[in-house]
């Protein structure tokens, strides 16, 4: 029996084996965050440039822990509000990785949920593929938005599951459904994930990968949740290529009755 092969998971030109993205915030110390990166696989860790020290500053630094030679860097705009912010803090991520163009492009609504704020986000993205950027983007679960962003030039689409760090899952996954059908750059979901099973449905879902940072930074154990996450990623990419079996209303005996002994 062929297994069906699977496509690179490619962001901006680059090929990476893990499918699991995740942040460096809300954990207790560096050295439990660069624990529990490792434990969990992934290749692109993501960092508030607004909150991190990259060693612009006295103290413990990031890179103390996630090495650019072990990880590809992808700075983030959290905690900007307007498209004016997030290009400044784009533009100074760049400064301060020497030139380094790959982004995670965020412009929230408010503080409170932290939902995006569509309008700046667009200003945004325009101005930083104009300017050389290569970025990913965080956005609503609206397929129509998510289309503007893909022909505008972002090189993925990151639909939110559900709020930033509330752990609900996913709570509109027709609409991600949507968004990965008509996507030809890779989707991922970013935002809400709370345990693996998440993590499951947004692969089997047909996402190209997921973000995640608070479901394992606040698990009871973060450093086996990462594994959990890791697993989880890799068992929800097998079943969406494998395949589901069909629904059906009734029973369908897993021994069919046809050919039976009689005694």
């Given at each position: 029996?062929?297994?069906?092969?699977d496509?690179p998971?490619?962001?901006?030109?680059?090929?990476?084996?893990?499918?699991?993205?995740?942040?460096?915030?809300?954990?207790?110390?560096?050295?439990?965050?660069?624990?529990?990166?490792?434990?969990?696989?992934?290749?692109?860790?993501?960092?508030?440039?607004r909150?991190?020290?990259?060693?612009?500053?006295?103290?413990?630094?990031?890179?103390d822990?996630?090495?650019?030679?072990r990880?590809?860097?992808?700075?983030?705009?959290?905690?900007?509000?307007?498209?004016?912010?997030?290009?400044?803090?784009?533009?100074?991520a760049?400064?301060?990785?020497?030139?380094?163009n790959?982004?995670?492009?965020?412009?929230?609504?408010?503080?409170?949920?932290?939902?995006?704020?569509?309008?700046?986000?667009?200003?945004?993205?325009?101005?930083l593929?104009?300017?050389?950027?290569?970025?990913?983007?965080y956005?609503s679960?609206d397929?129509?938005?998510?289309?503007?962003?893909?022909a505008?030039?972002?090189?993925?689409i990151?639909?939110?599951?559900?709020?930033?760090?509330?752990?609900h899952?996913?709570?509109?996954?027709?609409?991600?459904?949507?968004?990965?059908?008509?996507?030809?750059v890779?989707?991922?979901?970013?935002?809400?994930?709370?345990?693996?099973?998440?993590a499951a449905?947004?692969?089997?879902?047909?996402?190209?990968?997921?973000?995640?940072?608070?479901?394992?930074?606040?698990a009871?154990?973060?450093?086996?949740?990462?594994?959990?996450?890791k697993?989880?990623?890799e068992?929800?990419?097998?079943?969406?290529?494998?395949?589901?079996?069909?629904?059906?209303?009734?029973?369908?005996?897993?021994?069919?009755?046809a050919?039976?002994?009689?005694?």
């Amino acid at each position: 029996m062929t297994l069906h092969t699977d496509t690179p998971f490619t962001i901006a030109g680059r090929d990476f084996r893990s499918r699991l993205l995740v942040g460096t915030g809300k954990y207790k110390d560096f050295d439990e965050t660069g624990a529990a990166i490792a434990e969990s696989g992934a290749e692109i860790v993501t960092f508030a440039v607004r909150r991190t020290n990259l060693g612009q500053e006295d103290g413990p630094n990031l890179l103390d822990v996630i090495s650019p030679s072990r990880y590809t860097l992808l700075p983030n705009t959290a905690g900007c509000y307007t498209a004016k912010d997030a290009v400044r803090t784009c533009r100074l991520a760049r400064e301060l990785l020497d030139g380094h163009n790959l982004v995670k492009l965020e412009v929230l609504g408010d503080d409170t949920t932290l939902y995006p704020n569509v309008v700046e986000t667009l200003k945004a993205a325009e101005t930083l593929l104009a300017d050389g950027f290569d970025v990913m983007v965080y956005t609503s679960d609206d397929p129509i938005v998510a289309r503007e962003l893909e022909a505008m030039g972002c090189c993925a689409i990151m639909p939110l599951g559900s709020l930033i760090g509330s752990g609900h899952g996913i709570q509109n996954p027709h609409n991600v459904r949507l968004i990965v059908e008509q996507s030809r750059v890779p989707v991922l979901v970013d935002a809400g994930i709370g345990t693996a099973s998440d993590a499951a449905m947004a692969m089997e879902l047909g996402c190209d990968g997921v973000l995640l940072n608070t479901a394992i930074a606040h698990a009871r154990e973060p450093l086996r949740m990462a594994r959990a996450m890791k697993n989880a990623v890799e068992a929800g990419r097998d079943a969406f290529l494998a395949g589901r079996m069909p629904r059906r209303q009734n029973a369908d005996p897993s021994s069919p009755f046809a050919g039976r002994i009689n005694g």
